[in-house]
């Protein structure tokens, strides 16, 4: 069993930065993709990004491409989103998964683990 706990939530102004991180324990992550999903009040579960497990390819949404940056330390079991120029749409519960493939993670609800997810508010 794996369990994912998310950090680095919080508040920031539109335009700024800001930096999640995913640890997961119980088991080691090695092998699986690994990605962030997001959701907002009222509206479905939103692929964000994704990442294979090689680190190597990784996987956009449209409205976060350019902006947010996916990356993994396997020796962590750990998966970070770098998260620049935040728009007040990007206001939302962001989610910490692992699958097997990555078209597990862009299902948004086919994922083998989930976190409990981290608020990221983008506010003036």
């Known amino acids: 069993q794996v369990h994912l706990a998310e950090f680095g939530g919080g508040l920031v102004q539109p335009g700024g930065s800001l930096a999640l991180s995913c640890a997961a324990s119980?088991?080691?992550?090695?092998?699986?993709?690994m990605g962030w999903l997001r959701q907002r009040p009222g509206e479905p579960r939103e692929f964000v990004a994704a990442?294979?497990?090689?680190?190597?390819?990784?996987y956009y949404g449209d409205s976060v491409k350019g902006r947010f940056t996916i990356s993994r330390d396997n020796a962590k079991n750990t998966v970070y989103l770098q998260m620049n120029s935040l728009k007040l749409e990007d206001t939302a519960v962001y989610y910490c998964?692992?699958?097997?493939?990555?078209?597990?993670?862009?299902?948004?609800?086919?994922?083998?683990?989930w976190g409990k997810g981290t608020l990221v508010t983008v506010s003036s």
């Open positions: 119980g088991h080691t992550v090695n092998g699986y993709a």
């Open positions: 990442v294979d497990w090689s680190g190597f390819a990784t």
């Open positions: 998964a692992a699958d097997r493939t990555i078209v597990g993670i862009r299902s948004t609800n086919e994922m083998d683990y």
